[in-house]
């Protein structure tokens, strides 16, 4: 019964999480739960093939491949199907890879000093500059450079053990400016199992100035020594609309006691930016971390949506999810003893999964503790409801009705004692006739109680062989002519 009023009592905290979100999670350590199984850390490099034809010299063809890192941030799953929304600027590389990779061929080859970055430069010779300047886009019917540029984006999740090589993903949307919204998806679309875990989309943002909320993200690969980094953070006033845009929502701390949008701006550098804004209230997400440097700022789920509707992606939960968020209400409650089975089936559907592993550690060592309320209402309820006395009366009345059965058994089954008649006096035998022969003496047998069985055989069914003196009574043997008791003659 308590088992079960545990479970109704879980069953009905889910129910609040997703009917009245206002409501539940008001816990500020587990806020970040729901969210950061499907944050990924993003990373993206432009791999350039180009090939030198010099002419200068003998006609050669110089062929070089470079891989470009451009950005590093943070993305968040939205479906299982691995759908990540993350920032235009880590999947698009804002400056011209080509011709940084005609200056470091034309610097390599030529030996000569040209700034290895994304600017066009002029040489001395006249010579080499003509054909420094026809290696650089766009291309021309003269070029002296074949170039062939290539994005490589990467998602690495947070799972254990680690992704060495991470998922593969390209960008198929995005905004128009770097910290507008990217949709990206697998390049390998997601087949079998249950797909990924995803983090649940807010319907609006806070309206409210000094709303608390979290920042989560990564700053390196996540591992065993690099682990989801979360801020609290504030929403300011402003922005579109005052619920976030491309310009912005900004930071602000209501005590005025950190400066939010430099701590922010800080960490968008240093690979949180694209980074979930997770509401305080349900743990929704509702916005992204963008901007940079002093100047951290927050993108609203307005803009996120209608990427996503352009992209043609609806956002949805799956079946890990659900397994975790019913685990995760029992847990945030203190039923540790009901949240481990969730856990463990979360596992089961998703093995990797560091959060769900990492709180079903915790559900196993307070299982049964004096933090566990599934214990703790089991106990009370025992009390209440099943004292002991009941059970040590009928146990009483049990016994007795036993004893006494047994008792009428065994005076049942009791073999009844057999009285034998008494045998008659002995008398003085009378003389012997003269025309008797010798006398036979028959000892009497010593009698045996018999059985009620037997005695009642003997009375029904005498045996017709056997006589009796008709004046003594006395049993006679087959032989005799004469009693030997009192000497009566036997009738033939």
Request: net charge neutral; with cysteine; aromatic share 4%.
């Amino acid at each position: 019964m308590a088992r079960l009023t545990a479970l109704a009592g879980g069953l009905v905290a889910a129910l609040a999480l997703i009917a009245m979100p206002v409501a539940a999670h008001e816990h500020p350590s587990g806020i970040t739960d729901l969210v950061t199984p499907a944050v990924v850390r993003v990373e993206a490099v432009s791999h350039v093939e180009i090939t030198l034809l010099d002419h200068i010299g003998e006609l050669k063809h110089v062929e070089r491949s470079y891989d470009i890192p451009f950005a590093t941030g943070t993305g968040t799953v939205v479906n299982p199907d691995g759908a990540i929304i993350a920032l235009r600027r880590l999947a698009v590389n804002p400056n011209d890879v080509a011709i940084y990779a005609a200056n470091k061929v034309f610097a390599e080859h030529h030996k000569v000093k040209i700034p290895l970055d994304y600017d066009k430069h002029k040489l001395k010779d006249d010579l080499l500059n003509h054909h420094l300047q026809e290696c650089y886009p766009p291309k021309t019917d003269t070029a002296t450079c074949i170039i062939n540029v290539t994005t490589e984006i990467t998602a690495y999740p947070n799972v254990s053990p680690p992704s060495p090589d991470g998922i593969k993903v390209k960008c198929i949307k995005a905004g128009p400016t770097p910290d507008s919204p990217a949709v990206l998806v697998p390049v390998t679309p997601v087949t079998g199992g249950v797909g990924m875990p995803t983090a649940p989309l807010a319907d609006q943002v806070p309206a409210q100035e000094g709303a608390p909320t979290n920042v989560a993200g990564f700053l390196g690969r996540p591992g065993p020594k690099v682990l989801e980094t979360v801020e609290i953070a504030h929403l300011g006033k402003g922005g579109s609309g005052g619920a976030g845009g491309d310009a912005g929502r900004p930071f602000a701390d209501p005590e005025k006691k950190v400066d939010e949008p430099v701590k922010l701006g800080g960490l968008a550098d240093q690979g949180l930016i694209g980074a979930p804004v997770i509401g305080d209230k349900n743990g929704h997400v509702i916005g992204l971390l963008v901007g940079g440097g002093k100047e951290g700022k927050m993108i609203g789920i307005r803009e996120i949506n209608g990427i996503l509707a352009a992209a043609k992606v609806v956002p949805r939960r799956g079946a890990i999810d659900t397994a975790f968020e019913a685990a995760l209400t029992r847990y945030h409650t203190k039923y540790y003893t009901e949240a481990a089975p969730g856990f463990q089936r979360v596992l089961e559907l998703y093995p990797g999964n560091v959060v769900a592993a990492k709180l079903l550690k915790t559900s196993l060592e307070k299982r049964g503790g004096p933090e566990d309320q599934g214990t703790k209402q089991v106990a009370a309820t025992t009390t209440r409801s099943t004292p002991l006395w009941p059970f040590i009366v009928a146990a009483g009345i049990l016994f007795m009705a036993a004893a006494g059965g047994a008792y009428l058994l065994w005076r049942r089954r009791a073999p009844e004692k057999v009285t034998e008649p008494p045998e008659p006096l002995a008398a003085t035998a009378p003389p012997l006739d003269d025309a008797a022969g010798q006398t036979v003496v028959v000892r009497r047998s010593q009698a045996f109680p018999m059985v009620p069985q037997q005695q009642q055989q003997v009375m029904t069914a005498p045996n017709p062989a056997v006589k009796y003196c008709t004046s003594c009574g006395m049993r006679l043997g087959p032989a005799h002519r004469f009693c030997g008791y009192c000497g009566h003659p036997i009738e033939t």
